[in-house]
C-alpha cells in the first residue's frame, strides 16, 4: 500500500460546525504532515508529527487541532472556522521528518459557510 | 524566512514545444524535490536532487541542481497535453527543518 487517504474528499460545514478531517497511510512512514493549499498557490505547512510527537505547529489558530491517534493516523479536528479558512487541506507522509519525497493524499476541499 | 521563488508563474506552449521552470533560493540548499499537480489533483513527487550540478532525467523531464546548490531547473522535452498541472519544487529549511514549496509555474499545453 503506497498510498496516504483522506477522509471527506469534500466538505461544507457553518461557522458553528465541528468536524474532523481524517488520514491514513499503511506504509510505515513515522512523519505525517498536514498542509493548507488555497487556490493557485503552493501548500503551506500547518502541522507536523513525527513518532506520533507534534513537532511543528506553524503557528495554526487554535481552531484547528491535529491528532495522531497511532503511526498510522491522524486527524484534524475542525471548530468555530471561518470562510477564509476554505481551502484544499492536504496531508502527507514520509519515512522520517529527515526523508524527502513526501505522499500526499488526494486532499480535502473544505467550504465554510 | 527563507523562500524559494520560481519562474515563470505561467506558462502556456504549443504542443510539442520545450518547456523550463527555475527555481532559485537566496541560501545554499541541502537538496531539492519537484513535484507535478495536475489541476483538481494533490502534489505528486517527482525527483529528488542532492549533489552540486546532478542532472536526473525521466523520459522527456530533465531535472538540473545547480552547482553552487542555490537553483534547480525541470525542462520538458516535447510537451504533450498530458504536461499541464503546476510544477512545484520543495526544500527543507536550514536549522527548522520546515519542507516547503516554492511558488510554482503553471504550465498549459495548447493542443
Known amino acids: 500500500d503506497t498510498e496516504v487517504t483522506q477522509t471527506p474528499k469534500h466538505l461544507v460545514m457553518g461557522m458553528t460546525n465541528k468536524k474532523s478531517l481524517k488520514c491514513e497511510q499503511h506504509?510505515?512512514?513515522?512523519?505525517m504532515y498536514w498542509y493548507k493549499q488555497k487556490a493557485k498557490k503552493p501548500p503551506e505547512l500547518m502541522f507536523v508529527?513525527?513518532?506520533?510527537?507534534?513537532?511543528i505547529n506553524e503557528s495554526v489558530p487554535s481552531r484547528f487541532s491535529p491528532e495522531c491517534p497511532n503511526s498510522s493516523l491522524l486527524n484534524l479536528h475542525l471548530h468555530a472556522l471561518q470562510p477564509e479558512d476554505s481551502a484544499l487541506y492536504l496531508c502527507?507522509?514520509?519515512?522520517?521528518?529527515?526523508?524527502?519525497?513526501?505522499?500526499f493524499g488526494s486532499g480535502t476541499r473544505l467550504t465554510v459557510v | 524566512g527563507q523562500q524559494v521563488m520560481q519562474i515563470p508563474q505561467y506558462q502556456h506552449v504549443q504542443e510539442g514545444e520545450d518547456f523550463t521552470t527555475y527555481c532559485n533560493s537566496s541560501?545554499?540548499?541541502?537538496?531539492i524535490q519537484w513535484y507535478k499537480q495536475r489541476p483538481g489533483g494533490h502534489p505528486v513527487f517527482l525527483i529528488q536532487?542532492?549533489?552540486?550540478?546532478e542532472v536526473k532525467k525521466q523520459k522527456r523531464l530533465t531535472f538540473q541542481f545547480g552547482e553552487a546548490k542555490k537553483n534547480s531547473s525541470l525542462h520538458i522535452t516535447a510537451t504533450q497535453t498530458t504536461d499541464v498541472g503546476t510544477y512545484f519544487c520543495?526544500?527543507?529549511?536550514?536549522?527548522?527543518?520546515?519542507?516547503?514549496f516554492g511558488t510554482g509555474t503553471r504550465l498549459k499545453v495548447l493542443a
Open positions: 508529527y513525527s513518532y506520533e510527537k507534534l513537532s
Open positions: 536532487l542532492v549533489k552540486s550540478g
Open positions: 502527507a507522509s514520509s519515512q522520517a521528518r529527515t526523508n524527502y519525497g513526501y505522499t
Open positions: 541560501t545554499t540548499l541541502s537538496n
Open positions: 506504509m510505515g512512514h513515522r512523519a
Open positions: 520543495a526544500t527543507i529549511t536550514s536549522g527548522t527543518y520546515k519542507y516547503i
